[in-house]
């Protein structure tokens, strides 16, 4: 299962570096990325060209007899280096109203300063309810 996941984890990195470089789907009919193939790329999904952060290490062996595998994992992660995620706060609904609630206020307040000449807000504008 291992070895599966490994190759499924292979074929969905290809097939979103192809997708991010602009050349399309991995192959013509082929056109999804193959995330549920595996547990590990299901897990994986948000991560590998989703809403996550990712960061991938490479690693290598200095000895010559390992020059394939070395170069193996490279070609693996320049293609990986290849996909780019559009990473993203989770927030929750009410906090993301709050946020916009106070942007929104912060807009009004300029808006009152600038309008009406004033260095500093009124105070009947500073106290909480």
Request: glycine share 6%.
């Amino acid at each position: 299962n291992i070895n599966q996941s490994l190759f499924v984890l292979r074929r969905v990195i290809a097939a979103l570096s192809r997708r991010d470089r602009g050349e399309g789907p991995a192959q013509e009919d082929d056109p999804h990325v193959p995330y549920r193939e595996s547990k590990l790329t299901s897990l994986l999904q948000h991560a590998l060209g989703g809403g996550g952060f990712m960061l991938m290490l490479a690693c290598l062996s200095p000895a010559d007899r390992h020059f394939e595998e070395n170069l193996s994992t490279l070609q693996y992660a320049s293609q990986a280096a290849l996909i780019k995620n559009e990473p993203v706060v989770n927030l929750d609904p009410k906090d993301r109203l709050i946020q916009r609630l106070r942007h929104q206020l912060s807009l009004a307040h300029a808006y009152i300063l600038d309008h009406m000449g004033l260095d500093e807000l009124p105070v009947e504008l500073l106290e909480d309810p």
